[in-house]
């Protein structure tokens, strides 16, 4: 299924290094059947010419507010839209989008237009990390915009850091998804998809258990969005949710029990996500009865527990992908890096749960998703739903193009 077919999508290109990319994405569009009309800012052409864009997309390049043939180009543009996508989008266009100022007539389109805005962000890392571009895009994102990348690595001038623009592979992916509200694309339809949710419990005895502060809100996001996607999902968790229509859902308390289940339903699995928080130690001998006060402080023996998803990565089925977790108080990166090698995972997904409204209970999250690869890229403050879901787009779009590049050998 191809949600881009036949769907009228702007394509806004803004000026920095980055508008070379958008020809390929402007190419993706295309082959998938969207019909394309490329909108740059007078910036834009500093890095390309128009000529590219007149040739690739399936209309002429636009670029004023002013046109002889229809007085009002940002109108018709915006109401006929079914996707407004801007790759990449400067700190200019992002501020004057979310302050509603508008100059050119891509600004004027976004605020015209009532339909599904895709923003992909390229940008040096002082200027992305800037306050006023950090509440722009909290702004957009509290109005239902969707935010692609950017991701981390080489920028213009040979430095290093947050604010490259994702792939084309990406930003497709994820126009795909915003134009697919009722969840028909269902993008990983045929996938079976396990994942694992909330703090192991170790016990003490009958009454006590070592614990964590795991929600199991993470799990479940990625448990549902998969669902909605048309994965067949089972959800290993010593939580309990609302239950999730469709999945399987396995309860466990214990690592050893998640070690167990998880084993036992990876075993089919396309996706393995390992979003539990699992113990790493557990009591050697756990009392029968409850241990009395009276009887002074006991010494309670440690032991290792399993390590699940190290296990799955040393007997990873051919084409699975592993998905790992890190919670992390300090060097996250590093952390993570550390993680991604030792476990055999395709990605981690680090977090540093000291953070503000992120990890552990917040309905929020942010992440540095770290691919096997040498990839990374880090997912802004923004609903443990949609952390999911840029995970997921990820994963996804990673396997659609591993596949795509099997049926060309
Ligand atoms: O090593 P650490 O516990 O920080 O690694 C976190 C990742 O490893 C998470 O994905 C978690 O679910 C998984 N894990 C596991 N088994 C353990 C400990 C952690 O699968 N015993």
Redesign the pocket.
């Known amino acids: 299924m191809n949600s881009l077919a036949g769907k009228r999508i702007v394509l806004g290109v803004s000026g920095g290094i980055a508008a070379y990319k958008a020809v390929e994405i402007c190419r993706r569009l295309v082959d998938a059947g969207a019909h394309v009309i490329p909108v740059l800012t007078k910036g834009a052409t500093r890095f390309i010419g128009r000529t590219t864009f007149d040739a690739l997309a399936s209309e002429p390049v636009q670029m004023s507010l002013f046109d002889e043939d229809d007085p009002i180009p940002h109108t018709t543009l915006g109401q006929t839209a079914d996707c407004v996508l801007v790759a990449p989008a400067t700190a200019r266009v992002i501020g004057a989008y979310a302050a509603g100022i508008s100059s050119d007539l891509l600004t004027a389109t976004l605020i015209a237009t009532r339909a599904p805005v895709v923003i992909c962000p390229a940008m040096h890392t002082e200027m992305w990390e800037h306050p006023a571009v950090i509440d722009n895009i909290a702004t957009l994102v509290e109005r239902g915009v969707h935010i692609v990348g950017p991701e981390s690595g080489r920028l213009a001038g040979g430095d290093e850091g947050a604010g490259r623009l994702s792939s084309p592979a990406d930003i497709v992916a994820a126009v795909g998804r915003a134009l697919d509200a009722g969840g028909q694309l269902a993008d990983m339809a045929g996938l079976s998809v396990v994942v694992?949710a909330g703090g192991t419990r170790e016990p003490i005895d009958p009454v006590r258990y070592i614990g964590n502060r795991s929600s199991g809100k993470q799990g479940y996001a990625f448990a549902e969005e998969a669902a909605s996607r048309g994965a067949k999902v089972t959800i290993v968790t010593t939580v309990e949710r609302p239950d999730l229509a469709g999945a399987t859902v396995v309860k466990v308390d214990t690592?050893q029990e998640m070690a167990a289940a998880t084993a036992k339903a990876a075993k089919e699995a396309d996706v393995v996500i390992?979003?539990?928080?699992?113990?790493?130690f557990r009591p050697v001998d756990p009392a029968g009865v409850k241990l009395k006060k009276r009887d002074g402080v006991p010494a309670i023996e440690l032991e290792p527990?399993?390590?699940?998803?190290?296990s799955l990565g040393a007997s990873k089925p051919e084409g699975q992908t592993l998905v790992?977790?890190?919670?992390e108080t300090c060097d996250v990166a590093g952390n993570a890096a550390a993680?991604l090698s030792g476990?055999g995972a395709d990605y981690i997904v680090a977090n540093d749960v000291t953070a503000e409204n992120a990890g552990f209970a917040y309905d929020t999250n942010e992440v540095l998703v770290l691919a096997s690869d040498g990839r990374t890229h880090p997912v802004g403050l923004r609903s443990k739903r949609q952390v999911a879901q840029a995970v997921l787009d990820m994963v996804v779009a990673d396997r659609t193009s591993r596949a795509d590049t099997q049926e060309n050998k």
């Open positions: 694992t690592a390992m979003a539990a928080a699992v113990a790493d527990t399993p390590d699940i998803l190290a790992g977790f890190a919670a993680k476990k």
